[in-house]
């Protein structure tokens, strides 16, 4: 089945918002135009949970080159080798490790949740 714009992943959300509440640092890097994203933003306020997003279209870069991933650790101080990037495109996860960043390929979430567990994870 594929996705559609308005299709959200109820337990993956609820991940997310369990990482946040347990103190986790969460931040997104996603492949988005401004004013898409900017519909998003509205429609999905949990993506203002976290600590901050970069959107592709804002910065002038996409996933998967290296550029992107570098701006988003200086911009957040992260240090790719303790961040977890996820995605559910395995040439961005790829772009991710080719950064220096630990990271996994989004499925579901229950994957994830185990794909957690084995970074020492848990949410």
């Known amino acids: 089945m594929g996705r559609d714009d308005s299709y959200v992943y109820e337990d993956s959300v609820a991940l997310y918002q369990s990482l946040i509440a347990s ?13 898409t994203f900017s519909i998003c ?3 999905y306020p949990f ?7 970069t959107v592709s279209g804002e910065v002038g870069m996409v996933k998967p ?12 101080g992260l240090a790719p080798e303790a ?12 772009g991710a490790k080719a950064a ?14 185990a794909d957690f567990a084995s970074f020492g994870i848990t949410a």
């Open 23 to 35: 103190g986790r640092d969460v931040t997104l890097l996603t492949n988005f135009a401004p004013d």
């Open 41 to 43: 933003r509205a429609r």
């Open 47 to 53: 993506l203002e949970e976290g600590r901050g997003i």
């Open 65 to 76: 080159d290296r550029d992107i991933f570098d701006r988003h650790a200086e911009e957040f």
């Open 83 to 94: 961040t977890l990037f996820i995605d559910d495109k395995a040439v961005n996860v790829e």
């Open 100 to 113: 220096g960043w630990n990271a996994v390929r989004f499925t579901d979430a229950k994957t994830l949740k």
